[in-house]
């Protein structure tokens, strides 16, 4: 197969040509010929030649012209620059061979062949020459391309010995299944579940890079059933393993949760590409193992899982390596909040209810609402149409409320500073008990949202409360 037609990007026939002055042979290869195979647009290419990538990254810097800048990675040989948007990494042909308790390779030069051989999958593996006798026609040693058509995940070698090499691979693996829709053959499976505890070799921010690349797919219920079934997630998240199985009592059962919140998690996908958001959806009902209970007259209760939850997203995000800032105030904050909406379609809604929920909500109550639909869900089509059609009616209630009240980012009508001046006083908790009742009042509908009413009721407080007016 000759692929030249398909390298239009200039930066191939530059290399081509340094390629011929430098006598160096030359290869584009890996993940960038995957995904022009695939149709995928893909802007980091690797290219590979026997013999040094640094020289091959210097002499190509040259040719393109003196505003090039190329970074040198001499530890590993490697060399990297980038062009506008795109990243070109170079690399010697390397045959490696691991040590058992790192990933630190023992590198020796080698052919394409040696290099080909070393890669993670057969679909990773495959290499367009860029060399004058044969340029762009593919090189396949394993049937890459044929796996490429039937969505096959396989290693080159005995899948033992690749994910031995690198255990990240066996998340890659997951990974490429659950991003392409691709089917992990059971050899390469299998090892994956025979390798598993190798796993632990690996440092928790690179498991979690893979974790969050299968979070951001499509479908990511693939990936975490995938992880499932290989044992890996019960070493890498052993709490989302918690929420398997259902348990019955008196013929009353509760939901599997964890097939709920791979669909809660699914749901999500399809209204937002937002990691974090996907990550609340993971966490919503966490706590729920720890927070069960069962009793005649209410059945199976889950009393305080969204508080408990909320709290254990602290812990989760310790010990995973994920950030502990905005991030995860934000996931917390969605997990405290879940059950709110939801709740409201169950009774009477109440401007004074959704006016709270706007107040603590604040700028995420959109993100909220995506949460709480996407936690929709049962097997009866006609109860999950029947909360959806009350889900709208809160919606648009809470669309009305705010536009006519404006508590999403609730400022006080009357400030601390007015209210010391008015009464003449200092600092104290007289001014904390005043402002709150104000809020509490606009929340509640007793007064709006407005200067001269909150104005109003602060001098009625204030006579309350014994103090005099000493400035209107
Ligand atoms: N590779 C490997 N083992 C790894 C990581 C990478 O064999 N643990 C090889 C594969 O041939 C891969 C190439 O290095 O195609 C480039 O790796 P990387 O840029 O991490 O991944 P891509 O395959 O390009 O995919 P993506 O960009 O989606 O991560």
Redesign the pocket.
Known sequence: MNLSDRLTHPIFSTIGEVAATEQLETYV????V?DLLLNRA?K?I?FVCVGSGMDLAKATAKRIGSHVHVNYFKNFGTAQFRSGDWDFEFVGARKESYQRDSRKPIVEDGSLQDDQN????TI??LAISLNKNDYGTLVDPFQGIEDLESGIIRTPLDPDITFSD?P??MM?AIRFAT?LNFYIEAKTFEAIARNKKRIGIISRERIMDELN?IILSQKPSVGFILLDQSGLLELIFPEFCLLKGTETVDDKSHKDNFYHTLQVLDNICQSTKDLWLRWAAIMHDIAKPQTKRFDVRNGWTFHGHEVLGSKMVYRLFKSMKLPLGAEMKFVQKMVYLHLRPIALTKEEITDSALRRLLFEAGDDIDSLMKLCEADITSKNKVKVARYLQRFETVKQKLKEVEEKDQVRNFQPPVSGELIMQTFGIKPSAAIGTIKEAIKEAILDGKIRNDYNEAYAMMLEMGKTLGLTVVKQ
Request: proline share 0%.
């Open positions: 290869v890996g993940g960038f995957r893909s980091d690797d070393r890669r993670d999958f990773n593996a690198d990240l691979r890659r991003q690349k």
